[in-house]
């Protein structure tokens, strides 16, 4: 899994704290922002960006259509105006194949 789960469940997510979940730079995360119209990220009084649990959602379902399948952003546009619940478990699955990978990996290492 090529992003970070936060342990600690909050309301809103800064900029930095999702650049740093999915191992990106902040100006990623600003352009895909302008790119894809499904985040919308609240602002506080002085401008910052104040991300919620469902852009983080948003934001996994694009990454992993551009970083780890390849597609285009026209084509991550596409494929997001469709059936997201397929694309949901496409990716959840991919998170549990990859879990049992590293698992299995550690087990190796030890023996």
Excluded: C
Aim: proline share 2%.
């Amino acid at each position: 899994m090529p992003y970070k789960e936060y342990e600690e469940v909050k309301l809103y997510y800064s900029i930095s704290e999702v650049a740093d979940m999915f191992t990106v730079n902040a100006s990623l995360i600003r352009f895909w922002e302008k790119e894809f119209d499904v985040i919308k990220p609240a602002r506080n009084k002085k401008g910052n960006r104040m991300f919620t649990k469902e852009d983080l959602e948003n934001f996994k379902l694009i990454f992993h259509l551009v970083k780890e399948r390849g597609f285009t952003l026209d084509g991550a546009k596409a494929k997001l105006k469709g059936d997201n619940l397929q694309l949901k478990g496409d990716i959840d699955l991919h998170d549990s194949l990859t879990k049992v990978r590293n698992f299995l990996v550690e087990l190796k290492e030890t023996i």
